[in-house]
């Protein structure tokens, strides 16, 4: 069975992920970025609150960026509803 990176992080769902994949970003291209929102939509749901606060400005400011695609803007409105008000 051949399981991919981002699968297996999104199966994992280990918090820690998330502010290593936000860094991640900019050097990442757009197939890159959606698979950091698909590993993040795991994640989310296992993430404190203080970092989920600190996560939330960072990911509107991705989601408003022009070169963010319309299916990876989409997943990320699914990681900020998933990471709570």
Wanted: glycine residues 8%; aromatic residues 4%; neutral net charge.
């Amino acid at each position: 069975m051949r399981v991919h990176a981002a699968e297996f992080l999104y199966r994992l769902g280990d918090p820690r992920t998330l502010p290593i994949a936000l860094d991640a970003w900019d050097a990442a291209n757009e197939a890159g970025r959606y698979n950091i929102m698909v590993v993040l939509t795991g994640v989310a749901p296992q993430v404190g609150e203080v970092a989920a606060e600190a996560a939330r400005p960072r990911l509107e400011a991705i989601r408003e960026r022009a070169d963010t695609g319309p299916k990876t803007r989409a997943l990320i409105g699914r990681v900020i509803d998933a990471l709570g008000a």
